[in-house]
C-alpha cells in the first residue's frame, strides 16, 4: 500500500514537470518554427540555416530539463523508467504545441506551403509505373490513396508528432544510459 503511494505520487511529479518542460520546449520549438515560416516566405534563405541550426539547441534544451529533472528528487527507485517516460511525456506535451503552430501555418498563414512541399512526393507517386504485381485497377486505386493520404495536412502534422515522441524515446534512453554510466 505505501509503495503504492510512492509510485503513484512519483508518477504525479513526473506528469508536472513534463508538462512543464514540455511547455517550454514547445515554445522552444513554435519559435524555431516561426523561422521556416519567414524562409518559406522568400525573405532569406539565413532563416532556413537558421532553423536547422536551432534544431541543435532542441537537444541542449532536451539535456537541461532532463537533468533538472533527474537531479531534482522526483525520479525514485525506477531511475531509469521514470527517465524515459520523462522524456517522452515532455516532447508529447512540446508536439501539441508545434503542431497547433504547424497547422496555423498549413491552413492560415501560407497556404500554398504545404502544396509547395509535397508536391515532390506527389510528382513521384503519379510518375511511379505499373510494376506488373497488380492490374491497372488496383494501380490507379492504389496511386489515388497514396495521393490523399500525402495531400493531408493532418497526416503530416500527426506524422510529425510521432516523429518527436521518437526522439524523446531515443534521447530518454540514450540520456539515461549515459548519465548512469557517468553516475558509476
Not at 164 to 172: A, C, D, S, V
Request: charged fraction near 15%; include cysteine; glycine fraction near 8%.
Amino acid at each position: 500500500m505505501e509503495n503504492d503511494r510512492k509510485i503513484e505520487s512519483g508518477l504525479a511529479a513526473l506528469n508536472r514537470y513534463a508538462m512543464y518542460y514540455g511547455l517550454l520546449l514547445g515554445a522552444f520549438w513554435v519559435f524555431r518554427y516561426i523561422f521556416l515560416i519567414i524562409a518559406g516566405a522568400g525573405v532569406s534563405d539565413r532563416f532556413l540555416f537558421l532553423y536547422y541550426l536551432m534544431n541543435i539547441g532542441t537537444f541542449l534544451l532536451i539535456y537541461v530539463f532532463y537533468t533538472r529533472y533527474r537531479f531534482s528528487g522526483q525520479v525514485g527507485q525506477h531511475k531509469l523508467v521514470y527517465s524515459i517516460l520523462f522524456m517522452l511525456l515532455m516532447c508529447f506535451y512540446a508536439s501539441f504545441l508545434e503542431g497547433a503552430m504547424m497547422y496555423a501555418h498549413y491552413k492560415f498563414i501560407d497556404p500554398p506551403y504545404f502544396a509547395n512541399m509535397v508536391s515532390n512526393v506527389l510528382n513521384s507517386v503519379e510518375t511511379y509505373g505499373k510494376t506488373g504485381l497488380v492490374t491497372e485497377e488496383q494501380y490507379l486505386q492504389i496511386k489515388d490513396q497514396l495521393i490523399a493520404i500525402y495531400s493531408s495536412k493532418i497526416f503530416y502534422i500527426i506524422v510529425e508528432f510521432l516523429k518527436n515522441l521518437f526522439l524523446g524515446l531515443f534521447m530518454g534512453i540514450v540520456l539515461s544510459l549515459i548519465i548512469a554510466t557517468k553516475k558509476n
